[in-house]
């Protein structure tokens, strides 16, 4: 069946735009998070979704960052007035019930963002 | 807290050697631990996990990894390194009621032929 999809693959934007990031979780899944992969470090959390409850914020950078999941399926990570330290690549997973535990968190292949 | 160390960034080996990637884990509650593998410009793939059942986990691509809660280690391995394993590694852990992963820095293993 289909993965976990994102788009753009890759965004490139001058400082001080703002972007929109998507995300499409595998079907069924309640479940979907957003993290950050910058050069030369590891995954970093931002945001997690599960079902309708509030969603766990405690990842996010600053208030320049922000998400959306609607009709609990497709997610929108928006960046605001990005700066030159957002460039990375932003990853979206996604997994059945809750991750974290022993639950698979499955993921799509990245947005690279690039801010000149 | 939960955290995890993967040391050596960078981790070469011979084709046909045993692959050995380290990752120490610290967690103040009994921890789950996953290896994920991520080839070049694809997304993050669960290799193996461990959710306190056995202690050796096997997963994919003949890869396996044990838990030493003594060590507080999970270091992954494999008996003989193929060049497709080349790829970037990264170690995670959460723990139940955890909302996410928490992830290593990755290491790159390359494979000399």
């Known amino acids: 069946g289909a993965g976990v999809s994102q788009s753009p693959s890759n965004k490139v934007t001058e400082k001080g735009k703002d972007v929109e990031l998507r995300c499409d979780p595998i079907s069924g899944h309640t479940a979907l998070y957003w993290y950050r992969q910058s050069l030369g470090q590891g995954l970093e959390f931002l945001i997690y979704f599960q079902g309708n409850s509030a969603p766990d914020k405690s990842g996010l950078p600053s208030d320049r960052f922000s998400a959306e999941r609607t009709g609990g399926s497709v997610s929108t990570l928006t960046i605001q007035r990005t700066q030159q330290e957002d460039s990375a690549v932003y990853l979206c997973?996604?997994?059945?019930?809750?991750?974290?535990?022993?639950?698979?968190?499955?993921f799509g292949p990245g947005t690279r963002l690039t801010v000149l | 807290a939960q955290s995890v160390t993967q040391l050596g960034s960078h981790v070469s080996v011979s084709e046909g050697a045993l692959v050995l990637l380290r990752c120490n884990y610290s967690s103040s509650v009994p921890p789950y631990l996953f290896w994920y593998v991520q080839y070049p410009n694809q997304g993050l793939q669960l290799l193996l996990k461990y959710t306190s059942a056995a202690t050796l986990v096997k997963g994919i691509n003949g890869f396996e990894a044990e838990f030493k809660k003594s060590e507080t280690s999970f270091h992954l391995t494999k008996p003989s390194a193929h060049m497709s394993d080349a790829a970037e590694y990264f170690c995670a852990v959460s723990g139940a009621g955890a909302n996410n992963l928490f992830f290593g820095t990755g290491t790159r293993l390359t494979v000399i032929p």
């Open positions: 997973a996604s997994s059945l019930i809750q991750g974290g535990g022993t639950d698979t968190q499955y």
